[in-house]
DNA sequence: TTGTATGCGTTATCAG
DNA sequence: CTGATAACGCATACAA
C-alpha cells in the first residue's frame, strides 16, 4: 500500500507536522529527530504526494510551457531543453502545451487550476490576456514586450540580428537581397514582422522596393518556395545576397545555387540564423552567420518564471540573450 | 478568490455531490439540474482545481514523457507533437522530462508520487526497472522490446529499414557502404544495436568488414566526422555509396561529395532515413528515403499508453508503426 | 435523483 | 522544539 506521512511519523515516533517540517526543510527541529524521520523515510521508501502537497500549499512545482510550431526543429529542442534544465535544477516540472492544438484546448488546460504555477511562452494568444490581467505569472519568451513588472519577459533581439543581416550584404556590395524564411506553421504575427524590419531596412538605407525580395514558405510546402528561388536565381536580374533563416536549411540554398551555375560568395553572398554553434562550419565557404542561444533563452526565461512564482518580482524581469556574429566565408 | 465547487452547488441550489456527478458526467442527473449547474459553472468561471481532483481520484490525468537526448531534432519535435495531440485529445497533458539531465533528477521526477499516471520514454534507463516491476503504466518507443502485457510498446522497425537500406545499396551495386549516423548525445545503446545491425548485414550477405564503415557523430563535434567523411571518399579506395541517418544532413553529404568531385548517383549512391514526408525532395537528384513516421509513433504511443492507465490493459499493447520506402534518385 | 459525510495526504496555525 | 487539528477542494459510498 501507499506510504503516508503518518506512516512515517509512527515509525519515527514523531508527529506528521515534524515529518513535514523535515521534508519542507523549514527547520526548527533537534538533530536527533531530524535523522530519525529520514531514517524512517528512506526506510519506508516515503515519498510526498504531489497532489496533496499541490493542495495544500497551492504550489504544484510545475511551470507550464506553451511552443508555438512556428519555430524550427532547431530553435525548438534547444530552447526546450534549456527550460527543462533549469526547471530541474530548480525542482520544477515542465508542463507542456504546444498550439498545434486547437486553442481552445490549449485555453482549458493552462487554465484548469493548479496544474501549474506559471506559464511560460513564446507565441501571444488571446487566451494569454487574462492571465496576464489576473497577475498570474507569466514569462513571454522572443521579442521584447512592453511588459509589466510583475511579469518576466526574455528577448533575443531578434528584429536586430535580421536587420543587421540585411544591413551587411548591403555593405558587402549586394544590390538585390533575398530574405528567405521556412515555418512550420503560418503565424501571420512573424509576417508581419519580417516585413516591417525589410520596410524598415528598405526606407532607411534609400533603396528601391524590388531590391528585397521576402521569401516566406512552409515546409510542408517547400517546393514552392525552393521553385519560386530557382527562378529568382535564373533571371538575368538576379539578386546577389541572400539572408537565409535558420541555417539547416543553407546546405539546400546552397545546393540550389550551385545548380544555378552560381558561387558562393563571388556570385552570391549568404548569411543565415543559425541556432547551434557548429551549424553551418561544415559547408564550403563555412557560413556566416547569427547565432542565436534558443538554449539560453529557455533556461533564462524558466529561471525568471520560477523566480516570480516562488518570491515575486525578481531584481529584474529583463533578460537579453545577445546573439553573435560569426563570420565565415559566405558574405 | 476562488470560485470552488460549494460556490457552484450554493448557486445552482444544490449539492457539491450533483455537481460533481454533472462535471464527471456520471449521469443520474436530472436535465433540469445539470442545466442548472452548468449555468452556475459558466456564470461563475468554475473549473476544477487539479491537484484537489488527484488527490481525491488518484488519477491526475497526466502522462510523462521522457525523450532522450540522442535522438535527432525532427525526430524529437515530431514525437512530440504526435504525443501531445493524443494526450490532449485525451484530456491528459504532458509532462516533460530530458534525459539531457542528469539520471538523478530524472530520477527524482519520476519517483514524486501522483505527478503522472504513466510514462511514455524513448531511451531505457536504470530508473526504468523499478517502475516497471511495480506494475507502473509504461510504455517504450523505439524498437520491440519483450514486453509484458501490463505495459505498452510501440515500434518502428528501426533495425528493419537500417538493414534495408543497406541491401538497398547493395543490390544497386555497392561495393563499399558507409553508415553515417550523426547524434546528439552519447548514447551506448544505439551505437551498439547499429554495430549489429551492420554485423549482420556483413554475415548475412557474406561481406568482408571493410566494406561496410561505420561512421558515428556527436553533432556538437561533427567537424572531426565531416573529416573522416571527406578523407574517405577522396581515398582511391573510396565508397560508392552511403546510408545517412537523418535526412536533415544529407544536403551536407551531398556538398561533400560535390567538394570531393563526386555525383550522385553515378559515382555514389545515397540512401536517408527522413521523419517529414518532404525532406529531401529539393536535393538534385531527390533524395531516396525511408520514412520514419515519428508524429505517428509518439501519437500511438501515448494513446496505448493513456488506455493502460484508464481501462486496464488494451486490446493489444502492442503497436507497430511501419516506415514507408520513398525511392526518388539518388541510388 | 439528490444530499450527507468521510477520506485523500499534505501544509500550516496554534497551543503547549 | 513538538503535537493536535483545521483547512485545502473534490470524489464517492451510503442514506434518504
Known amino acids: 500500500m501507499k506510504v503516508t506521512i503518518y506512516d512515517v511519523a509512527r515509525k519515527a515516533g514523531l508527529s506528521i507536522a515534524t515529518v513535514s517540517r523535515v521534508i519542507n526543510g ?14 524512517a523515510i528512506s526506510k519506508l521508501g ?25 519555430v524550427s526543429a532547431a530553435y525548438y529542442t534547444q530552447f526546450l531543453d534549456g527550460a527543462e534544465r533549469a526547471a530541474r535544477e530548480r525542482g520544477f516540472d515542465l ?44 514569462c513571454y519568451a522572443g ?50 514582422r ?3 524590419v525589410i520596410e524598415d531596412f528598405i526606407v532607411t538605407n534609400g533603396l528601391s522596393p524590388e531590391q528585397v525580395v521576402y521569401i516566406e514558405a512552409l515546409t510542408s510546402r517547400c517546393d514552392h518556395a525552393y521553385g519560386r ?3 529568382l536565381f535564373s533571371s538575368p536580374d538576379r539578386p546577389d545576397g541572400i539572408f537565409v533563416v535558420e541555417g539547416t536549411i543553407a546546405p539546400t540554398v546552397y545546393a ?3 545548380q544555378c551555375g552560381l558561387t558562393v560568395p563571388d556570385d552570391v553572398k549568404v548569411v543565415a540564423s543559425i541556432h547551434e554553434p557548429d551549424s553551418g562550419t561544415l559547408l564550403r565557404p563555412a557560413l556566416t552567420a547569427y547565432l542565436v542561444n534558443a538554449n539560453k533563452m529557455g533556461y533564462n526565461a524558466a529561471v525568471k518564471l520560477i523566480q516570480i512564482v516562488q518570491g515575486g518580482t525578481p531584481d529584474d524581469n529583463l533578460s537579453y540573450v545577445p546573439y553573435d556574429y560569426i563570420e565565415r566565408g559566405s558574405v
Not at 527547520?27 to 531530524?34: D, F, H, I, L
Not at 507565441?123 to 494569454?128: A, C, L, P, V
Not at 531578434?158 to 521556412?182: D, N, P, Q, T, W
Open 26 to 39: 523549514k527547520g526548527g527541529v533537534t538533530p536527533k529527530s531530524e535523522r530519525k524521520i529520514r531514517d
Open 46 to 70: 516515503y515519498l510526498p504526494d504531489a497532489s496533496a502537497q499541490g493542495l495544500a500549499s497551492s504550489l504544484v512545482n510545475t511551470i507550464g510551457l506553451v511552443l508555438q510550431g512556428s
Open 95 to 138: 508542463l507542456l502545451t504546444s498550439t498545434y492544438a486547437s486553442p481552445e484546448s490549449f485555453a482549458k488546460t493552462i487554465r484548469t487550476r493548479h496544474k501549474v504555477d506559471g506559464i511560460l511562452f513564446t507565441s501571444i494568444n488571446e487566451y494569454i490576456k487574462p492571465l496576464y490581467d489576473a497577475g498570474f505569472p507569466l
Open 143 to 192: 521579442r521584447r514586450l512592453p511588459w509589466d513588472e510583475r511579469h518576466a519577459n526574455v528577448y533575443g533581439g531578434f528584429g536586430g540580428y535580421r536587420k543587421e543581416a540585411l544591413s551587411l550584404l548591403l555593405s558587402r556590395g549586394c544590390k538585390k537581397i533575398v530574405y528567405f524564411e521556412m515555418i512550420q506553421t503560418i503565424a501571420k504575427e512573424t509576417s508581419r
Open 194 to 196: 519580417n516585413n516591417e
Open 229 to 231: 528561388l530557382r527562378e
Open 256 to 258: 540550389l545555387l550551385s
